[in-house]
């Protein structure tokens, strides 16, 4: 293996009807208390929103990114997803030995990569990425929820609830909806 880091990728919202996909990328130090970190679907949001203080504080670099949805609707989720894991990726000025990429699929990066399905509950660079991820989109759902309330992002965060469904039913679709995701294409009502 080359010299440098090793980074961790995870990247939050492939499921939302709503919103962009965000990835993050970190690259933690020997240091980092990693006993800390755990797959952010498990951990309650002023756990994980206390967690990105610290991974932001104490890491050696992170970095997040995202695809918007009309990238999405462009391109289609999966490589709206590794654009946004190679901007993220992008974004780290420390020289890179590996990636380590949550999922089975890795995004072109000019270093080696490795694709580790349930890294996001294992492997604690990615653990960190993901909890980056998570939180950069929430508050972006919430920040589009104060330009679009009729929708309440805050409450959903564009996933495919019962509540964001009958409002779609009620005032159609905002700005930032996935027109290309089927069950936004007419199988929504």
């Given at each position: 293996?080359?010299?440098?880091?090793?980074?961790?990728?995870?990247?939050?919202?492939?499921?939302?009807?709503?919103?962009?996909?965000?990835?993050?990328?970190?690259?933690?130090?020997?240091?980092?208390?990693?006993?800390?970190?755990?797959?952010?679907?498990?951990?309650?949001?002023?756990?994980?929103?206390?967690?990105?203080?610290?991974?932001?504080?104490?890491?050696?670099?992170?970095?997040?990114?995202?695809?918007?949805?009309?990238?999405?609707?462009?391109?289609?989720?999966?490589?709206?997803?590794?654009?946004?894991?190679?901007r993220a990726y992008d974004k780290i000025p420390l020289p890179i030995a590996?990636?380590?990429?949550?999922?089975?699929?890795?995004?072109?990066?000019?270093?080696?990569?490795?694709?580790?399905?349930?890294?996001?509950?294992?492997?604690?660079?990615?653990?960190?990425?993901?909890?980056?991820?998570?939180?950069?989109?929430?508050?972006?759902?919430?920040?589009?929820?104060?330009?679009?309330?009729?929708?309440?992002?805050?409450?959903?965060?564009?996933?495919?609830?019962?509540?964001?469904?009958?409002?779609?039913?009620?005032?159609?679709?905002?700005?930032?909806?996935?027109?290309?995701?089927?069950?936004?294409?007419?199988?929504?009502?």
């Amino acid at each position: 293996m080359q010299d440098g880091y090793v980074c961790g990728i995870d990247e939050a919202g492939r499921g939302p009807l709503a919103g962009p996909v965000v990835a993050a990328c970190v690259v933690l130090g020997p240091d980092f208390p990693i006993h800390l970190l755990d797959d952010s679907k498990k951990l309650s949001q002023n756990r994980r929103a206390r967690l990105e203080i610290l991974i932001k504080e104490e890491a050696l670099c992170w970095s997040a990114a995202l695809a918007t949805a009309q990238e999405i609707d462009r391109l289609n989720i999966l490589e709206a997803t590794m654009l946004a894991m190679r901007r993220a990726y992008d974004k780290i000025p420390l020289p890179i030995a590996q990636a380590l990429i949550d999922g089975n699929r890795c995004p072109p990066l000019p270093c080696p990569t490795v694709a580790i399905v349930k890294g996001d509950a294992t492997i604690p660079p990615i653990m960190a990425a993901s909890i980056i991820a998570k939180e950069t989109r929430d508050r972006i759902m919430r920040l589009a929820s104060v330009k679009w309330p009729l929708y309440h992002f805050e409450a959903h965060k564009g996933y495919p609830t019962a509540l964001h469904r009958q409002i779609c039913a009620t005032y159609g679709l905002s700005p930032i909806h996935r027109r290309s995701f089927s069950i936004v294409q007419g199988e929504l009502f």
